[in-house]
Nanobody, 133 residues
Framework: QVQLVESGGGLVQPGESLTLSCAAS?????????MGWFRQAPGKEREAVAC????????MHAPSVKGRFVVSRDKAKNTVYLQMDSLKPEDTAVYYC?????????????????????????WGQGTQVTVSS
């Protein structure tokens, strides 16, 4: 059974940092999968933050977070991370971890590049990130 468990959210001040973790079970990060981080603020649609290919680490970051956030994975720990620096109030949202487990190398390359929520079939419960002074 696939499970994705996020942790690391919290309340921080603008300019501070947080690291989100997504512990995966029911599969390993050795396959041709794609892991994604998405966020959803109240009254807004879910949007992509970053995606990473589990096989070779190819990654994509949304323009709104590029240069401030970095997605990474640790195969040994079967965990994906989102390092968030220079946080802004507009980063406030529930952050979700997701997985595309189709396991097709060609699809994985497309999915990590497009990083759209419709490509992901497995989701975590989300963790709240609040940036406020």
């Amino acid at each position: 059974q696939v499970q994705l468990v996020e942790s690391g959210g919290g309340l921080v001040q603008p300019g501070e940092s947080l690291t989100l973790s997504c512990a995966a079970s029911g599969f390993t990060l050795e396959g041709f999968y794609v892991m994604g981080w998405f966020r959803q603020a109240p009254g807004k649609e879910r949007e992509a933050v970053a995606c990473i290919s589990t096989h070779d680490g190819t990654r994509m970051h949304a323009p709104s977070v590029k240069g401030r956030f970095v997605v990474s994975r640790d195969k040994a720990k079967n965990t994906v991370y989102l390092q968030m620096d220079s946080l802004k109030p507009e980063d406030t949202a529930v952050y979700y971890c997701s997985a595309d487990l189709q396991g097709n190398p060609s699809r994985a390359l497309v999915t990590v590049t497009s990083c759209g929520p419709g490509d992901f079939g497995s989701w975590g419960q989300g963790t709240q990130v609040t940036v406020s002074s």
